[in-house]
Structure formats: structure tokens, C-alpha cells
């Protein structure tokens, strides 16, 4: 647009941020003190390099388990001398397997019947937020975007840790994944929760009717959920089938982990098994009998 000499340029309407469940205005405190044309994710000129590198479990609770230093710089050359301590969890968190699939259960009913409560989004809550985390499961779901844990059982923020792979398939990364949320953060419970009508296993059913080849890494996935499958039956029925024996075999397999394995003995965790229907949205847990498999299963892979 041309101004012409001496006319004021016309602001420009603030943005409005419309999310989900309710609209916001994001204003950023600290544009008044960029320079002009600044981008505000890019650090100003002669800001400190991280130099240095924290031993790697130091890191990786850092990170993953929210705590944070926020000062001029920041440096990673030198570990703390002491950990700093934890903030203590919400009174009301869960603290037991059976506790914890109680939660689930009432938070998806509020789900399914379209009376969610959209709990600790409150500005208190993300300020408690940024000192630590205390989830009270931890949620290995599929990829699909129609399946987010959270919004499916009516948790909010720090309620639940999430791990997601295409059909629930484990590997290595997923497992050290909720390795770390059982043994750092004493979660109770384990939830492998699959869904109807899932992509990657209707693509391991097809792949195991037509042997035509699929693409290299949508392989690992269709080999990996192939024992799944049962030959005996046919058509919309096999695929279903296979879902839940999908869910049952992952489960099993996560409940031989030695490490998870010794907290079940223990009652200290629970790994259960439960499949979200699309069409009502409810949650069905599954019986935790030992699952049928119907070909070689694909061993978890290991770092040799």
C-alpha cells in the first residue's frame, strides 16, 4: 500500500489465536525491546554459545521430566551439584494402578458424552507445569489423529504421559520412551490403547492376503503386526480381530519387559490393554488373557 508523505500508517488489527476449546491473544511482552524487524525466535547478536555437554542422564531427566533454569544465558558446561527437588505431585493425582484406570474410565464417559471438564488448562496449572511433571499413566497409542489420548479421556495438561507408533508397534525408542515414564516418574499404569478401524493394521491384513510389497518402513510396521492376523477369518472381521490381538500381544510383550515385569509383581504398575471405538467414542478395556499368535512374531529390536 502507497502512504503518501506525512500520512500515518494504519495499524494493523491484532491477531486473534483461535484454539479448540476457547480463543486467545498471545501478546509477547518482550517486542517492545527488539530491535525493528527482530524475528522474536532468533537471539539477539552475541548471545552466549552452549558450550559443553551434561552427562546424558542428567539431560534426558532434565528434558523430559520439565525442569528448567531460566536466566541471561544458558549453559550446559557444568552439571548441578545437586538435583533440585521435585514439586510435589497434586493432591488428587492418582497414585495407584487401579486408581488410575478409574480416571481414565470417568474421564472418557465425559468424553463420550459431551460433558468434558478440559481439566488443568488454568494458568496455575501451567505455572506449576514449568518446575515438573506428575502424570498418573502413561498412554501408548496409534498415530492417528482422530485418537489423541488426551482429548479422549478428559486429562489436561501434566496428566498423562503419551508414546505413539503407528499401530502401537514397540521398538526401541518407544520402549526406552516408557521405560522413563514407569522408572523416573513411578508412573502406575501402562494403557496400550488401539483404536477401530486402524490404517496400519488393515495395511498388515492386506499385506498378509496379497504379498504385494510395501514401502520399507510401512514393512516394519505390517511385519511387526502380521502374528496379529488371523487366516481363519475373513473380510471386516479379520481386521477387527486383529486390532485386539494387536493390543493383547503388545501388552504382553511390555508386561515381559524385566524391569516394568518386577513393579507389576510388585502391584507398584498395572499394563492394560483397551481399544477406543471411533463410532461412540468409548474406551473398552480388554481381558488380559494371553493373546493367540498366528505367524513368527518380529523379535523387539535391541541396540546390539
Same mark, same amino acid.
Given at each position: ?14 491477531? !486473534?489465536?483461535?484454539? =479448540? ?15 525493528? $524487524? ?13 558450550? $559443553? ?17 531460566? +536466566? ?9 551439584? =545437586? ?56 498412554? &501408548? ?14 486429562? /489436561? ?23 522413563? /515414564? ?16 486402524? /490404517?496400519? !493394521?488393515?495395511?498388515?491384513?492386506? +499385506? ?12 516394519? &510396521? ?19 480381530? =486383529? ?16 524391569? &516394568? ?11 492394560? $490393554? ?31
Amino acid at each position: 500500500m502507497h502512504v503518501k508523505a506525512g500520512q500515518v500508517h494504519p495499524k494493523r488489527p491484532p491477531t !486473534v489465536l483461535g484454539g =479448540a476449546w476457547r480463543s486467545a491473544v498471545t501478546t509477547d511482552p518482550t517486542a517492545s525491546r527488539r530491535p525493528e $524487524g527482530a524475528r522474536a525466535d532468533v537471539p539477539p547478536a552475541g548471545a552466549d554459545d552452549v558450550r $559443553g555437554r551434561a552427562p546424558r542422564r542428567t539431560l534426558l531427566r532434565t528434558a523430559l521430566a520439565g525442569g528448567a533454569v531460566l +536466566a541471561g544465558t544458558l549453559s550446559l558446561a557444568t552439571a548441578p551439584t =545437586a538435583a533440585a527437588p521435585r514439586p510435589a505431585p497434586r493432591a488428587h493425582r492418582p497414585r495407584t494402578p487401579a486408581d488410575a484406570l478409574r480416571e481414565l474410565a470417568r474421564g472418557n464417559h465425559r468424553w463420550a458424552t459431551r460433558h468434558q471438564s478440559h481439566p488443568h488448562e488454568a494458568t496455575a496449572d501451567r505455572t506449576l507445569a514449568v518446575s515438573g511433571q506428575h502424570p498418573f499413566a502413561l498412554v &501408548l497409542g496409534c498415530v492417528d489423529s482422530r485418537v489423541p489420548p488426551e482429548l479422549v479421556f478428559d486429562q /489436561g495438561l501434566g496428566d498423562l504421559m503419551t508414546v505413539r507408533s503407528a499401530g502401537c508397534v514397540l521398538d526401541e525408542a518407544v520402549l526406552g520412551s516408557i521405560a522413563f /515414564g514407569v522408572l523416573e516418574l513411578d508412573i502406575p499404569l501402562v494403557l496400550v490403547l488401539g483404536h477401530t478401524t486402524c /490404517g496400519a !493394521v488393515t495395511a498388515a491384513v492386506r +499385506a498378509d492376503e496379497t504379498h504385494e510389497p510395501l514401502p520399507a518402513h510401512i514393512s516394519y &510396521l505390517a511385519d511387526r503386526i502380521r502374528p496379529a492376523v488371523d487366516r481363519t477369518l475373513a473380510g471386516e472381521e479379520r481386521t477387527a480381530a =486383529a486390532i485386539d490381538t494387536n493390543i493383547r500381544l503388545v501388552r504382553a510383550q511390555l508386561a515381559a519387559e524385566p524391569d &516394568l515385569a518386577a513393579r507389576v509383581t510388585t502391584g507398584r504398575l498395572a499394563i492394560a $490393554g483397551a481399544r477406543y471405538d471411533l463410532h461412540t467414542q468409548r474406551v473398552r478395556r480388554l481381558p488380559s488373557r494371553a493373546p493367540r499368535t498366528h505367524g513368527p512374531a518380529a523379535a523387539t529390536p535391541h541396540p546390539g
